[in-house]
């Protein structure tokens, strides 16, 4: 039975998410959207938060699609979101990418592995394509939010789910991600290898052995309760939940005092070269 998901979105949120959490992420599932910053000017951003009443929250990747492969998609396509530019009478709205609503990876409430990106259009082009970007998605954010929904949920087509992930295995890796963890670190170091579903169950039950010692070694339990099933399907203790929910929002509302205001764009709104050519006249 799938968890119920928080049916609100006020505004989508920028984040840059941890290339070494994403890589981790990628060894399970080979969906998953990853651009190594270090090799890139821009690093991948993510465009959240979905939030179900578990332990985690979904971001989704944004993609430029240099090569359009998504272009000619059906704009109803569940695992994708056709990104424009606000359009005029003179300017015709552009295509700018997509947001990969397949791709998109679960985040542990509480954890540090996000950061929400401080938008700023009037410093670069690439700040206005995201400020862009952001416009229709937010204009537009009950349908991407029912797309990602479906997605999670697996309401969508055989050819669909060709475009997803495995969305119960990343949230199984993220339960028990660890920086520190040896095993983590090995995953980490592999990429861009996409582990057998032997080695998976391999990695878990290790994984488990591991917290079973440690609590042994302290005397009690730490962190996130783990149980595991007849099927080595971990399953997720929920009841701390509502108040990680409630650090995640306070930590993002502080962070937000810290940025400028962004400009808000509209249907209606003249490109600046118009306005110029208008005063010139």
Request: glycine share 4%; hydrophobic share 30%; net charge positive.
């Amino acid at each position: 039975m799938s968890l119920p998901f928080v049916h609100k979105i006020d505004k989508f949120r920028i984040y840059e998410v941890n290339d070494d959490y994403v890589k981790y992420l990628h060894s399970f599932e080979n969906k998953v959207h990853l651009i190594d910053s270090k090799r890139y000017i821009v690093s991948v951003k993510y465009f959240g938060d979905i939030k179900n009443k578990g332990n985690f929250i979904y971001v989704m990747p944004l993609s430029s699609d240099k090569n359009r492969l998504y272009f000619n998609l059906d704009e109803r396509t569940n695992t994708i979101e056709k990104l424009k530019s606000p359009g005029t009478v003179n300017h015709p709205s552009k295509y700018l990418g997509v947001i990969q609503i397949g791709s998109q990876i679960p985040i542990k409430l509480g954890s540090n592995l996000l950061k929400e990106y401080a938008l700023d259009p009037n410093k670069s082009a690439y700040g206005q394509l995201l400020q862009y970007e952001k416009y229709w998605a937010d204009k537009y954010k009950k349908d991407i939010y029912d797309k990602s929904i479906n997605c999670l949920e697996n309401k969508i087509t055989y050819k669909e789910k060709m475009h997803c992930c495995n969305f119960k295995i990343l949230e199984q890796a993220a339960n028990v991600y660890d920086e520190n963890n040896e095993l983590v670190k090995e995953r980490i170091s592999a990429y861009p290898k996409v582990f057998s579903e032997e080695e998976n169950k391999e990695f878990f039950n290790a994984i488990q052995q591991n917290i079973k010692n440690k609590q042994n070694q302290s005397g009690g339990s730490s962190g996130t309760p783990i149980e595991e099933d007849k099927n080595n399907k971990f399953k997720i203790d929920t009841s701390v939940s509502d108040k990680l929910l409630a650090e995640h929002w306070d930590k993002i509302n502080q962070t937000n005092s810290q940025y400028q205001k962004v400009i808000n764009f509209n249907d209606e709104r003249n490109y600046s070269s118009n306005q110029q050519s208008q005063k010139i006249k």
